[in-house]
């Protein structure tokens, strides 16, 4: 049953509305209602796209030009389009339990949280099998890894869609996938035995995430081992989970959902993701030293032209002296 929610004034101003079509916007919103007071809600594309659009159709919805999708700009393929640009901008993971299509709004809390519930009436991510909701393909392990001058010379970015399903636990709910669940004897390791490397990234996680203002994470097992799993079993280096940290914590998005080493490891693809798109963004600007330049020029410019109208004028009423 669909359920009154609120919409904030900053919806409209974020970075993730700004990239976001028309109908993407729309779609995103009445997601909110459709979900349960824990942000998850049942993905059946036909009975969710009657719900959105009861009076439209999916085909004749205009479309802007910058739509990421492989569509034809100012056409809409289909609503499973609208919906794998909803996951990318905003964050919205679809996810199959026992051949159910499901979905989980990672900052749920964080729009709806006056109703907010920690229950869900649905499965959760964990359970199941992240999948790509524009094919309907599950997305295999991925361990590509997060491109070093990418995180570190990004000082911004927006959300990402879901490429692999690099830990599919949620991180902050405290669960894990069931294969590690099933080597959690053998495989895990104690906090107080943690590698050196490892213990440093926490640290610099939990420094980062006290300086923008939030609580500092609790130093738990579960948070160890995830920070140990990027590593060993995602396949990344140690160099690019600390660009991964460092890029999330200054990021306007990233930082207020990335509040713990599960998290994380849970959204990494994202994170990669919105990276990858920042710096594509970034080679179409102007660098800092040719801003500055342009705006110098522009002050010199405005000034000479200043200085001849004054000069202009001296002659014309021969107040000047020569």
């Known amino acids: 049953m669909a359920r009154i929610r609120t919409l904030k004034p900053e919806f409209w101003s974020s970075p993730s509305t700004a990239q976001a079509d028309l109908a993407v916007r729309l779609t995103f919103m009445a997601m909110w209602n459709w979900a349960d007071d824990s942000g998850h809600g049942t993905a059946n594309l036909k009975e969710l796209e009657a719900f959105v659009f009861p009076n439209d159709t999916v085909q004749d919805l205009p479309r802007s030009r910058r739509g990421t999708s492989a569509g034809a700009p100012g056409a809409w393929r289909n609503f499973a389009e609208i919906c794998g640009e909803v996951s990318e901008a905003y964050q919205v993971t679809f996810y199959r339990v026992a051949g159910r299509p499901y979905y989980e709004i990672s900052n749920f809390k964080t729009h709806q949280s006056k109703d907010y519930r920690a229950e869900s009436r649905y499965p959760l991510l964990e359970e199941g099998e992240i999948f790509d909701v524009t094919s ?17 010379e990004s000082n911004g970015g927006n959300s990402a869609t879901v490429t692999g399903k690099a830990g599919i636990g949620t991180g902050e709910q405290g669960n894990r996938g069931t294969e590690e ?49 990027l590593v060993e079993k995602d396949g990344r280096t140690v160099q690019q989970v600390e660009n991964a940290i460092r890029w999330s914590q200054q990021d306007e998005f990233w930082r207020g ?66």
């Open 136 to 152: 309907g393909n599950a997305f295999p392990s991925s361990s590509t890894p997060l491109p070093n001058d990418t995180v570190s």
């Open 181 to 229: 669940q099933r080597n959690s004897s053998s495989s895990e390791v104690a906090i107080a035995t943690i590698r050196p490397d490892y213990e440093k990234l926490l640290d610099l996680l939990d420094d980062l995430i006290v300086e923008n203002g939030s609580k500092k994470p609790t130093r738990t097992k579960r948070n160890s081992d995830a920070i140990r799993l």
């Open 257 to 322: 959902n990335i509040l713990s080493a599960s998290k994380l490891r849970a959204q990494y693809d994202k994170l990669r993701l919105a990276a990858e798109r920042e710096k594509r963004g970034s080679q179409h600007a102007l660098p800092p030293n040719q801003n500055r330049a342009l705006a110098l020029i522009s002050h010199y410019e405005e000034q000479e032209a200043r200085n001849e109208q004054t000069a202009n004028r001296e002659i014309t009423d021969g107040s000047g002296v020569y």
